[in-house]
């Protein structure tokens, strides 16, 4: 019976180490290819993650710059205590004595803007309009111890505004513009009016801290939100 031979044999002793050794050079540059390989991959993953390193940490780097800058930049509320008054003579401030009643519909006031007196039971939110007010929403807000700061639209401008804004603490505030008035500014609080005719007025920051949230108003813990809104609320 005849045999095939095995012709990756070879009976040349010679010949059969010159084939293996060729076979172990093939596998030895296949390793080498794949280490190459492995070794590319690494860095290309290294670069990519070096890439998305940088990427993060510069947009951190921006996230802490603007968050910085409007911390800087932007002008926060100015406080002021809630307290009794310290009875601070301030010029120019007029003294009423005016009474809290609940009323319904329209009512005439003494004072122009209302200092105080007789109201709307639903007070009105505290915050900046862009249009006038009821007052007797708004005198209510002034029982709980809000200022209300009046101006003339057509004497007062955006940079006035802007100023008057300054002074303001968090809450407990209303802006509107007033038809009327006889000064271009008007801040009033309960029984308490002062008339200016610039916003930069140092008087402005003391009348605040006066009257804002006085104890002496009415009721002056009460709450200056959960109210109605006028139209132009900003």
Known sequence: MSTTPDKRQSGNPATQAKISQTAKQEREQRRQEKLAEYQRQLARRKRSKLVWWVVGS??????????VASLVFTPR??????????????????????????????????????AGGEHNSVWLNCGIYTEPVP????????????VWVTYDADRVGDDELATLRSHFPATYTLLSPYEGLDSPIVLSAWNAQLKIDDASDSRIPEFFEEYWRSQNAPEPNAVCSGGVDAPGRQ
């Open 135 to 146: 007052n007797e929403n708004a005198v209510h807000s002034m029982e709980h111890g809000a």
């Open 77 to 114: 509320p100015a406080t002021y205590g809630a307290q009794d008054s310290t009875g601070a003579q301030i010029e120019g401030v007029e003294l009423f004595d005016n009474v809290t009643t609940h009323v319904e519909g329209t009512v005439d006031y003494p004072q122009s803007p209302p």
């Open 58 to 67: 510069t947009a951190a780097v921006a996230v802490v710059a603007i968050v």
